[in-house]
C-alpha cells in the first residue's frame, strides 16, 4: 500500500519561502512518477504545480510557478520536495503530494492514483 505524507507547509509573508517534504513508503515500483498539487480556497479541482519522475527527464512545472518553484527528489527516490520562493498570496491552497505508476515529463501528466492528505500552505500580503 502506497502511502504518501506531506509536511513544511504553515504561513508566510508574500516574498518568503518555504519547503514541503513528501515522504513515500510502500512504494513497490522501482520508477515512477510523484508530483505536487494544490487546491485553493472554493477551487473545485486540484490543479498540478509540479511533478518528476524518479527515472529521469524534465520535470513539469505549472506556468504559474515556473521560476519560483523547484521539485526535487531525494537519491532514493522516494522523498520529494518543493522549494517555494518568492511566495505570493494566489500560492495559498491545501498542497498535495501525489504518485502513480507511470511515466511524466514538462509536456505529460498522467492519471494519479496515490495521494496524501495535504499540507496548508498560507501566503499573507
Known amino acids: 500500500q502506497v502511502q504518501l505524507v506531506e509536511s513544511g507547509g504553515g504561513s508566510v509573508q508574500a516574498g518568503g519561502s518555504l519547503r514541503l517534504s513528501c515522504v513515500a513508503s510502500?512504494?513497490?515500483?522501482?520508477?515512477?512518477?510523484m508530483a505536487w498539487f494544490r487546491q485553493g480556497p472554493g477551487e473545485e479541482e486540484r490543479e498540478a504545480v509540479a511533478a518528476i519522475y524518479s527515472g529521469g527527464g524534465s520535470l513539469y512545472y505549472d506556468r504559474l510557478v515556473k521560476g519560483r518553484f523547484t521539485a526535487s527528489q531525494d537519491n532514493g527516490k522516494t522523498t520529494l520536495s518543493l522549494q517555494m520562493n518568492r511566495l505570493r498570496p494566489e500560492d495559498t491552497a491545501m498542497y498535495y503530494c501525489?504518485?502513480?505508476?507511470?511515466?511524466?515529463?514538462?509536456?505529460?501528466?498522467?492519471?494519479?492514483?496515490?495521494w496524501g492528505q495535504g499540507t496548508q500552505v498560507t501566503v499573507s500580503s
Open positions: 510502500g512504494v513497490p515500483w522501482n520508477t515512477y512518477c
Open positions: 501525489a504518485a502513480v505508476y507511470s511515466q511524466c515529463g514538462a509536456d505529460f501528466l498522467p492519471h494519479f492514483n496515490y
